[in-house]
């Protein structure tokens, strides 16, 4: 069973705090990795995406790929209450990417 | 256009009825996909199109019947569904298939009666 794994939370963190959420993941062949965040009751927004390890940034997000330890992260600077919301981690399973895999999420709240 | 569309927002349909959900996208994408997604879960994936072509069913039930007229649209048809059905269906597109990124459409919110 291939699985992606997430805390689920809820991570509580204040205001202009760095926010850090992982994932991990079980299939060595996943290529891609993506972060979703997804507001109560809206559909999932992409906000990352990696392919490689290291380190990838875009403003306040940066995300890590390690694929030796098969572990991916996102990282928040300067979390604002607005940032609050469930993030999902999703992973193609497979070398053709035709499926996605989600992990079951993780809910931050950032406390103003 | 980085949009995908959805229609209709909400639906409440009884177990008889028969009723279509929409999605449609102009970013030149050429897979499609239909994920359903129920309180507090991850959206589970349904079915996949790529050139208009089902890739993937991933043992949907046959009351969920997916439709790819051409490259931007995606339409989900539903039948006789369950109660235990209702959920938010989402749609998304992607450049092609082979892990490209995902965007998805605000999806449709579902309640079978």
């Known amino acids: 069973q291939k699985e992606v794994e997430q805390n689920s939370g809820p991570l509580s963190v204040p205001e202009g705090a760095i926010a850090s959420l992982n994932c991990t993941y079980s299939d060595r062949v996943s290529q891609s990795f993506f972060w979703y965040r997804q507001y109560s009751g809206k559909s999932p927004e992409l906000i990352m995406s990696?392919?490689?390890?290291g380190d990838k940034e875009d403003g306040r997000f940066t995300a890590q790929l390690n694929k030796a330890s098969q572990y991916v992260s996102l990282l928040i600077r300067d979390s604002q209450p607005s940032d609050s919301a469930t993030y999902l981690c999703a992973v193609n399973i497979n070398q053709a990417g035709t499926a996605l895999i989600f992990g079951k999420g993780t809910t931050l709240s950032v406390s103003s | 256009d980085t949009e995908v569309t959805q229609t209709p927002k909400h639906l409440v349909m009884g177990m008889t009825n028969k009723k279509s959900l929409k999605c449609e996208q102009h970013?030149?994408?050429?897979?499609m996909y239909w994920y359903k997604q129920k309180a507090k879960k991850p959206p589970e994936l349904m079915f996949v199109?790529?050139?208009?072509?089902?890739?993937i069913n991933e043992s949907v039930p046959s009351r969920f019947s997916p439709e790819c007229p051409n490259s931007s649209l995606l339409n989900l048809h539903l039948h006789a569904l369950q109660p235990e059905d209702s959920a938010l269906y989402l749609c998304?597109?992607?450049?092609?298939?082979?892990?490209?990124?995902?965007?998805f459409g605000p999806g449709t919110r579902l309640t079978v009666l």
């Open positions: 970013m030149g994408h050429r897979a």
């Open positions: 990696i392919y490689s390890n």
């Open positions: 998304a597109s992607s450049q092609a298939l082979g892990g490209n990124e995902q965007f």
């Open positions: 199109y790529s050139y208009e072509k089902l890739s």
